[in-house]
């Protein structure tokens, strides 16, 4: 999508092997965020950003861990890399709340195969 | 805490025929309300959002949606539908001047439209 990256876009990992998914951003919007869409499940947000160095738990982020350094790029890193972490990864950025109510632009997504 | 529930997860209309994807939720603060649309391998785009201006909505490709507080109440409907409204539909919500601007979303609904 425009003004968003992820990548890489499709991945192939072991069980236990660390992986690393990026998102990055030209837009300079100060909120990013992680999900992953699994079917009946919907999205469920992983990990947050509210700014450089300001990141914060969603509602699944046991076995995964953020970063970021600069505005316009937000990683996901899954520690040791389990099946059940199989799923289509998708970050989103949103503007300043204080304008309220703008919603999120994604990124094309990521699929991640954990064999 | 906040949810929404997405009545049906597959819904199929002829092509031409009312097309209604229902949507409740919950939440104890004013709610911004969204519909988002996620075709094949792609991520999700913004169809339209309630930010508490107008109760009726409307967003792009003849979508329109009406906010019902009595009945907790965002469905998503289009007068005629046409075999590219074929799609998984999302519906999601925020609370009205939250901190981090997250959003929470429904597990989908998946509209076929037959010819």
């Known amino acids: 999508d425009a003004g968003i990256t992820q990548s890489p876009r499709h991945k192939v990992t072991e069980t236990g092997t660390p992986v690393t998914l990026r998102c990055h951003q030209t837009e300079n919007h100060r909120y990013m965020y992680w999900y992953r869409q699994d079917p009946g499940h919907g999205l469920r947000l992983i990990h947050y950003?509210?700014?450089?160095?300001?990141?914060d738990k969603g509602e699944v982020s046991d076995g995964y861990s953020v970063s970021r350094s600069k505005t316009e790029d937000f990683l996901l890193t899954l520690e040791s890399a389990t099946s059940s972490q199989t799923s289509v990864y998708f970050c989103?950025?949103?503007?300043?709340?204080?304008?309220?109510?703008?919603?999120?632009?994604f990124g094309s997504g990521t699929r991640l195969t954990v064999v | 805490a906040q949810s929404v529930t997405q009545l049906g997860s597959h819904v199929s209309v002829s092509e031409g025929a009312l097309v209604l994807l229902r949507c409740n939720y919950s939440?104890?603060?004013?709610?911004?309300l969204f519909w988002y649309v996620q075709y094949p391998n792609q991520g999700l785009q913004l169809l339209l959002k309630y930010t508490s201006a107008a109760t009726l909505v409307k967003g792009i490709n003849g979508f329109e949606a009406e906010f019902k507080k009595s009945e907790t109440s965002f469905h998503l409907t289009k007068p005629s539908a046409h075999m590219s409204d074929a799609a998984e539909y999302f519906c999601a919500v925020s609370p009205y001047g939250g901190a981090t601007n997250k959003l929470i979303f429904g597990t989908g609904t998946l509209l076929a439209v037959q010819p």
């Open positions: 950003s509210y700014g450089v160095k300001d990141t």
């Open positions: 989103a950025i949103s503007e300043s709340v204080i304008q309220g109510g703008y919603g999120y632009t």
């Open positions: 939440s104890s603060v004013p709610p911004y």
